[in-house]
């Protein structure tokens, strides 16, 4: 009974999963802050996710706060928290995005996920893929079109070093996002990766941000250090943050199933970012098949 239960939660959390990843309308990243007055805006925003579904709202800031509205009597704009506390829905952003008034703070909640992901078109395209995070940004360009590709990545913003960085890829870049998994206040940007030919093995190019100052590479082990992760594996792979976690999908394989079929169900791997000796390093921290 337990595993079933369990087994029902990871389903739920993997339709989750697919929804923030292939960008529904009723999900969508944004950046979100808190002020004092609705008339002045946050002095600092952190990345979020923000849901919308027949009338209930979801807001997760990465690494940080949930909150969870629902509808209150038949006025619109009025809500109840998690803990039971009223909250309203005020104008003054517009287009821009939603502000919400909670017992002790306003919460802003902008809308521009342009800033905090680029797809493959974006990022083949010179100069239209700029990641913004506060004050810190990356333009990133990534060649397409051949089995080894060109990633370049501009910083800008930092006190340091603004030096570009240049990686060769193994194959195509497909996306790119900006976050900040650890919620340290700075952020990484996260290059996702799948080769050419019918394995499509998927692959990361990662960075973070050293207290605002330079930029270190961000290592994620081989699926080889993980042996209950690499069991069936022949790629196809899919990157994707979701709250404060990469999280990395792919079919599993029986013995006798050919690369356009696998049967063995779905594998996810759940990654929080550690500090390392060098750098930053991406640790598994949750197994899930379904």
Not at 17 to 43: I, N, V, W
Not at 204 to 227: D, F, R, W
Request: hydrophobic share 35%.
């Amino acid at each position: 009974m337990k595993r079933s239960l369990r087994k029902a939660c990871w389903l739920v959390a993997a339709h989750c999963f697919l929804s923030t990843y292939h960008a529904q309308a009723d999900s969508a990243r944004s950046e979100c802050g808190f002020s004092d007055s609705a008339g002045q805006r946050p002095a600092t925003t952190s990345s979020c996710t923000f849901s919308q579904r027949q009338g209930f709202i979801s807001v997760r800031i990465d690494g940080g706060k949930e909150f969870e509205l629902s509808p209150r009597g038949d006025s619109p704009g009025n809500y109840l928290d998690q803990d039971g506390n009223a909250v309203y829905r005020q104008r003054g952003l517009g287009k821009q995005g939603q502000l919400f008034k909670l017992p002790n703070t306003y919460l802003f909640v902008f809308w521009n996920p342009s800033r905090l992901d680029c797809d493959q078109q974006q990022l083949a395209s010179l100069g239209q893929c700029t990641l913004l995070y506060r004050d810190i940004s990356f333009v990133v360009d990534a060649t397409s079109g051949s089995s080894l590709n060109q990633l370049s990545i501009r910083p800008d913003g930092l006190s340091g070093d603004n030096t570009e960085l240049t990686d060769e890829l193994d194959g195509t870049a497909y996306r790119a996002e900006i976050a900040d998994l650890d919620a340290n206040g700075w952020p990484e940007v996260y290059v996702y990766v799948s080769s050419a030919g019918s394995g499509s093995y998927g692959s990361l190019v990662a960075y973070a941000v050293n207290n605002g100052k330079s930029v270190t590479p961000v290592y994620l082990p081989p699926l080889e250090q993980s042996p209950e992760a690499l069991a069936g594996y022949m790629g196809h792979d899919q990157f994707a943050v979701v709250e404060n976690r990469l999280i990395r999908r792919f079919p599993i394989y029986q013995q006798d199933d050919t690369n356009a079929q696998a049967t063995g169900g779905t594998r996810q791997l759940q990654y929080r970012l550690e500090p390392g000796e060098a750098g930053w390093i991406l640790q598994v921290d949750r197994v899930v098949e379904y």
